[in-house]
């Protein structure tokens, strides 16, 4: 009998048991995941710079960029409105998180540019990993006349570029790039690589509203070690940017006439402080599939 009322009462007690179990193990501290940082920039462009930023898995986008002629002319050209327009439209698809491949074309020299970019490093919420790290690169075919080359090696060029980006709150975010491009044809006494530092930066004056700020300095190293009247000169650009959830629109000043990141640091020819800026603006949609 007593055996009996013992396992009765250790049969009574024993669910008690087992759900106190799991009620401490449900109070237990569970690990914070490492989340990844909120983008750093809007779009995948501040101004005539790549920023870091990649759309989600099969996302493609849209990109248009638009320059008008330099203010600076000379001519009754209506604020450059009037002048020879500079036009690229480009798509972009998102193969991967991380990866992002492109296609664009533009109007002068009848460019076509096949681009790539790849997220290496992503800057988390906890500071574990503090900034954003993404290379660019693309590759230019010149689709001119063969009248303008003397062989075909001659139409093509190269950029590539390392991105280092950190938003340091909800309103500021920075960037600074490094970069080469390199053409197969250049003048004489210039080489065919030019190295070339990039800073930009974007302030958020609402929820959907941004300044944008873009400085671009090439680095000239002459064969003969001397200057001559075609070295590039730097890029300076200032805009403001709105946003919508699935499109980007940039309205911007800038001494950057070319759409190309080479074709800019390489042969610009315009100095924004003496007054050779032109009107331009971005615009840019994602379509997620």
């Known amino acids: 009998m007593k055996k009996l009322s013992f396992i009765f009462i250790f049969l009574l007690l024993s669910p008690l048991a087992v759900l106190s179990q799991e009620t401490e193990t449900d109070t237990e501290p569970q690990k914070e995941v490492d989340k990844p940082e909120r983008a750093t920039f809007e779009s995948s462009y501040i101004i005539d710079n790549p920023t870091d930023v990649l759309s989600i898995k099969n996302t493609l986008e849209v990109h248009m960029a638009h320059r008008f002629g330099v203010v600076n002319s000379g001519t009754n050209d209506l604020i450059g409105i009037w002048a020879p327009a500079n036009i690229r439209i480009a798509l972009s698809y998102a193969l991967h998180d991380r990866l992002t491949i492109g296609f664009g074309t533009s109007k002068f020299n009848r460019l076509q540019d096949f681009n790539w970019k790849v997220a290496l490093l992503r800057q988390t919420r906890s500071g574990r990993i503090p900034v954003n790290v993404t290379y660019y690169g ?8 063969k009248e303008n080359f003397l062989v075909e090696q001659h139409r093509y060029s190269y950029f590539n570029q390392l991105i280092i980006s950190r938003r340091f709150n909800s309103k500021l975010s920075l960037q600074g790039a490094a970069s080469v491009s390199h053409y197969n044809l250049v003048p004489q006494r210039m080489r065919n690589d030019v190295v070339a530092m990039s800073l930009g930066g974007r302030y958020k004056v609402s929820s959907q509203t941004s300044i944008l700020v873009d400085y671009t ?14 070295d590039p000169e730097a890029g300076f650009s200032v805009g403001v940017e709105f946003r919508t959830s699935s499109h980007a629109f940039q309205l911007f000043l800038s001494n950057y006439q070319g759409i190309v990141p080479q074709q800019n640091i390489m042969f610009n020819q315009n100095n924004f402080f003496e007054g050779d800026f032109l009107i331009g603006f971005n615009i840019t949609r994602l379509y997620n599939f």
């Open 217 to 230: 300095q090439p680095f000239i190293h002459h064969l003969d070690g001397a200057e001559f009247d075609m």
């Open 138 to 145: 693309n590759f230019v075919i010149d689709a001119r006349g």
